[in-house]
């Protein structure tokens, strides 16, 4: 026979039978050996209840701090609330019980939080891939070829790691997306497959202005050889670009092929040049004696003068090709002066023009007196309207005499 032992939370009786009080009575949770220390037994269902109260002080724990979602924390509570009902253990099982109770709407609680952060996420999410469709059709209508790829690309990679929406939403705006890169993508291959053809044909036809190029290299005819280059340039631009890989060595033999005339006509027109110089010499004599006209006073003698220059100007030869520009401005500058001054001695002299300002100027005498005496007849009126008007057409037709005159002298 075992000696009874005592617990707040139950017994050992005589017969070595574990009992548990609770709110509906005793109850038997265990029995012990028969002549073995009581108070083992009470330790043993004691220990028992500790490790459901760790349990239940867990579970408490881990949905305070978030770290249990809504769903495995009402599965863990489901559990242990399993393992408390009818547990074999000595303490209050319905203070345990009660705790577990507490937390139901702590779990709904934060399955409403959750629920409210998913549906913030998904409208964030359905407002950044709404975005991201909306580009990727932008860049589907545009010609953005090597860009867009790398930008669609990217857009691709951002729209995995958004949240899924609902199935519907997802689905549309996916449709959408996939739809543009598609596009795009068909677009650009057939862009690039043209380019292709472009380039290689460009190729073909730079490679027959090479062989031209070539061919005029030695010419020694440079006036008409450096046009045909000029053409053959204008030519090249037209073709468009060939391949990458060959486009800059097709170039280098094109330029080769001017480069190797240019220099050959460059040194031919600095030989020239050279042989040149004493004719720059003469034409700058030339010149001292034509600027000696300036300023012209008789233009008869001017230009009779500059007609005799003109032809040993013309006699002297060419001159270096840096010199011919300063040399030709300078007389040019003298040949000016001497026709200005002939058109205006040819102006002095115009019958017609003398006969001109001789009518004008007895239209306006007449005039004016025709005015003097219409004025004195209003001033005698006393209509000081008239007056005034006939004031200002007598001081405008005075002008007028004076410059005609004025003019009429030039030709006298």
């Given at each position: 026979m075992t000696t009874p032992a005592e617990h707040p939370w139950g017994r050992v009786d005589d017969e070595g039978n574990v009992h548990l009080r609770t709110a509906d009575g005793e109850r038997i949770i265990g029995q012990w050996a028969a002549g073995s220390d009581p108070t083992e037994a009470l330790a043993f269902y004691e220990r028992r209840f500790g490790a459901l109260e760790t349990e239940v002080e867990l579970l408490e724990k881990r949905l305070e701090s978030g770290a249990l979602s809504p769903a495995d924390a009402v599965k863990a509570l489901d559990k242990a609330r399993e393992n408390i009902t009818g547990a074999a253990a000595l303490g209050d099982l319905g203070a345990l019980?009660?705790?577990?109770?507490?937390?139901?709407?702590?779990?709904?609680?934060?399955?409403?939080?959750?629920?409210?952060a998913r549906e913030a996420e998904q409208a964030v999410a359905e407002q950044?891939?709404?975005?991201?469709?909306?580009?990727?059709?932008?860049?589907?209508?545009?010609?953005?070829?090597r860009k867009g790829a790398d930008r669609l690309s990217a857009l691709l990679d951002e729209w995995k790691a958004l949240p899924r929406l609902s199935r519907s939403a997802d689905d549309a705006?996916?449709?959408?997306?996939?739809?543009?890169?598609?596009s795009f993508m068909r677009a650009?291959?057939?862009?690039?497959?043209?380019?292709d053809t472009q380039r290689a044909a460009a190729k073909k036809i730079k490679e027959k202005l090479i062989v031209e190029a070539e061919a005029l290299s030695g010419s020694t005819d440079f006036g008409a050889t450096a046009a045909a280059?000029?053409?053959?340039?204008?030519?090249?631009?037209?073709?468009?670009?060939?391949?990458?890989?060959?486009?800059?060595?097709?170039?280098k033999r094109f330029r080769a092929a001017q480069d190797a005339f240019f220099e050959a006509r460059d040194a031919a027109n600095a030989a020239l040049d050279k042989e040149f110089e004493g004719n720059a010499v003469v034409k700058e004599q030339i010149l001292v004696e034509a600027e000696a006209l300036l300023p012209v006073s008789d233009a008869d003698a001017a230009r009779k003068a500059l007609n005799d220059i003109a032809d040993r100007w013309e006699a002297a030869g060419k001159v270096p090709r840096a010199r011919i520009s300063e040399l030709e401005g300078r007389l040019r500058k003298v040949e000016e002066a001497v026709r200005a001054a002939g058109e205006r001695?040819?102006?002095?002299?115009?019958p017609e023009k003398s006969a001109r300002a001789d009518d004008m100027i007895g239209k306006l005498q007449r005039a004016i007196t025709e005015t003097e005496e219409s004025l004195a007849a209003a001033e005698a009126a006393g209509d000081q309207r008239k007056v005034k008007d006939l004031t200002a057409k007598l001081e405008s037709n005075r002008a007028f005499l004076d410059m005609a005159q004025k003019a009429q002298a030039d030709f006298s």
């Open positions: 019980e009660a705790r577990l109770t507490a937390l139901a709407p702590q779990i709904e609680q934060a399955r409403e939080a959750k629920k409210a950044r891939k709404t975005e991201i469709v909306a580009e990727a059709e932008k860049i589907a209508a545009g010609t953005e070829y705006l996916w449709k959408r997306f996939s739809g543009s890169r598609t650009r291959k057939a862009f690039f497959a043209e380019q280059y000029r053409d053959l340039m204008s030519r090249w631009k037209a073709a468009g670009s060939a391949p990458r890989n060959v486009e800059d060595k097709l170039w001695q040819w102006q002095r002299t115009d």
